[in-house]
């Protein structure tokens, strides 16, 4: 894989783990957190805090339940074991209107049973907060035009959301996401279909998000390289567990890539 | 995103193209408000005695509370009011509720060929009406017959069976319920085989029901039959930003906030209560329930605020005016006019979608 080339000054500035950790209860706090699903292991012993404001990334190689997770903190795996809470509250005590108002999910596929034109998907992200009956209003309108413009599909609009690439669909569905206004901003490998160009504008939009808005960021990513470079904070899992968590170089040892993907990591050029 | 080309699309624009892309539904409504009023008058007016379209104008403003003066004959009166309008307000009643049903089920299941018979409603009605006629036994009140109620109650049992049989498979739940709908939906057709081959002489009347039509109409029937449609489309009016947000299937719609197996559990029911209200006083009509939301959806896009009260204005005025052709060459059951109207003109359209919009 060829790691993007710019400079890597930025990492410096960039906002650590929480300065002052168990200050607040904002965030998430996973407590000996585990799923079986048919009698499978998926999770076990996950404890992680993680603030509200963070920008962290989950990898892992393929069934190591990084998806699982994501489950579990979006609230579709009420059956897990241990204890999760979103800012102080049992994330199972949530309903889904409260959770969509605090988090945006963007999907890592989605499929669409009739055309629709990209800015009508992207209005979707409204649904939490619109009006039932009067539908769009001016506010509801202003946050689609801002994160159409954010996610840069400007010039999709109009455009049947249908016939685009798999990549144009994904900055779609990160603008629906961006549209919803959320506090976190959960991600399913959010450059998988995207060329280079635009993986660094996303991970480049993410980190905006992330310092200037406040805007909490938790993405499962496959690329270690992009992983590295733009997040602060890095939970490696295998197996259904947590085997690292910390700042890129502490994770992303040779050993720990070698134990953890079984394969050399010169080959991905760290 | 990328810090140079961002500054060059102001949010303005934006704006801009999402208001003129809601112009469209106002001169649809209009169109369709303006066709199911014509086909009104004309399916009043015509028929095996032609009644003049002004009398008909007329009859109708008086009998709304206008001041207008008896210059017609008594006869134009019945003719107008106790036997064409009940019949042109049932087919409009009957056009809108399996319109509006249709862009439910669709919507529901996340699937463009799903119509208001897919989850077994179509062979629970058959099914009962096949039986109310076959079974010996004569009941009439107020003009509905055991066929009206058992087609209703048939129509309601095929779609909880479904229901509850679809939640105990290990399938995705929209999977199951379409597999268990056609399932459900043979098993059910089997019987109305079954009842139609001992039905002997009263074959005629199963299979009378079977194609559809309003010649037998009348007030009671619509008195009955228009509040549930009614209702039951406020009510879904009310689900329509569920169905949006269940465009991008059920996980991303929770994550949007809705309770998918709530929402699911209720638009189902109201979807099948307008149906069953619809096949009870019509028969089975096909192609309104299929190819009315694709068109409207064609126009306006797939918000839900807008294809639902659409789809019921459309659906109206187009099986008013399929009923009136039909009339035409004596009668010919409406399912075959809504069929062949409706199939040409839905291929018609696919060609032309090509460009721009997938259906």
Do not use: C
């Amino acid at each position: 894989m060829i790691a993007p080339t710019i400079d890597h000054a930025d990492r410096a500035t960039a906002p650590g783990v929480d300065p002052t950790p168990g200050a607040s209860t904002d965030g998430y706090e996973l407590e000996g957190l585990g799923l079986t699903f048919g009698g499978r292991t998926i999770l076990s012993e996950v404890s992680l805090h993680i603030g509200a404001r963070e920008r962290v990334a989950i990898l892992g190689p393929n069934g190591a339940g990084k998806s699982s997770l994501l489950r579990v903190l979006t609230g579709h795996a009420p059956d897990h074991r241990g204890s999760v809470t979103l800012d102080g509250r049992a994330i199972a005590s949530y309903g889904r209107d409260a959770l969509a108002r605090r988090l945006a999910v963007v999907p890592g596929e989605v499929s669409l049973p009739f055309a629709a034109r990209v800015e009508e998907v992207v209005a979707l992200g409204r649904v939490p907060h619109e009006d039932p009956l009067r539908g769009l209003r001016a506010a509801d309108r202003r946050a689609i035009g801002e994160a159409i413009e954010q996610a840069g599909i400007s010039d999709l609009v109009g455009r049947d959301a249908r016939r685009l690439s798999l990549g144009e669909r994904q900055l779609v569905v990160l603008a629906m996401a961006l549209a919803q206004e959320p506090r976190t901003l959960i991600l399913d490998e959010p450059t998988v279909h995207l060329d280079l160009r635009h993986q660094v504008e996303v991970m480049t939009l993410l980190v905006g998000l992330n310092e200037r808005q406040g805007v909490g960021i938790l993405a499962v990513l496959h690329d270690l390289t992009l992983a590295a470079h733009f997040f602060p904070r890095l939970i490696l899992l295998d197996r259904g567990r947590v085997v690292a968590d910390g700042h890129p170089d502490d994770v992303l040892t040779t050993e720990r890539i070698r134990a953890v993907y079984g394969v050399d990591p010169a080959i991905i050029g760290r | 995103m990328s810090v140079g080309a961002a500054t060059e699309a102001p949010t303005a624009v934006h704006i801009g193209r999402l208001e003129r892309a809601r112009r469209r539904p106002l001169a649809l409504a209009l169109t369709a408000l303006a066709a199911l009023g014509l086909a009104i008058v004309a399916g009043v007016a015509l028929g095996s005695v032609s009644v003049p379209f002004g009398d008909t104008i007329a009859v109708l403003a008086q009998r709304l509370g206008w001041p207008v003066a008896t210059t017609w004959p008594e006869t134009t009166q019945v003719i107008v009011l106790d036997l064409r309008l009940p019949r042109v307000l049932t087919a409009a009643v009957v056009g809108a509720g399996l319109a509006v049903a249709g862009t439910a089920f669709q919507g529901l299941l996340r699937n463009p060929l799903a119509d208001p018979y897919v989850l077994g409603a179509a062979s629970g009605a058959a099914l009962g009406a096949a039986i109310a006629v076959i079974i010996p036994v004569s009941v009439a009140w107020l003009g509905f017959g055991l066929v009206h109620a058992l087609a209703f109650s048939g129509a309601l049992i095929a779609v909880a069976i479904v229901w509850r049989l679809a939640r105990t498979t290990s399938l995705s739940s929209l999977t199951a319920l379409l597999l268990t709908g056609y399932a459900v939906g043979s098993l059910l057709a089997a019987g109305l085989s079954i009842a139609m081959y001992v039905s002997g002489a009263q074959l005629r009347q199963i299979v009378f029901y079977l194609l559809g039509g309003f010649s037998g109409a009348s007030w009671p029937q619509l008195a009955a039959a228009a509040p549930l449609v009614v209702l039951g489309s406020i009510l879904l009016l009310l689900r329509a930003r569920s169905l949006n947000a269940l465009l991008l299937g059920e996980e991303t719609a929770a994550n949007l906030g809705i309770d998918v197996r709530r929402e699911r559990a209720i638009i189902l029911a109201l979807a099948s209560l307008v149906t069953a209200a619809a096949v009870a006083v019509s028969g089975l009509i096909g192609f309104v329930g299929l190819i009315v939301p694709h068109v409207v959806r064609l126009i306006v896009g797939p918000d839900a605020r807008l294809v639902l009260p659409l789809s019921a204005l459309v659906g109206a005025a187009f099986l008013t005016l399929a009923d009136l052709v039909a009339r035409i060459p004596g009668e010919l059951p409406v399912g075959v006019v809504t069929a062949i109207i409706g199939a040409p003109f839905f291929l018609v359209i696919l060609r032309r979608a090509r460009a721009g919009y997938e259906v």
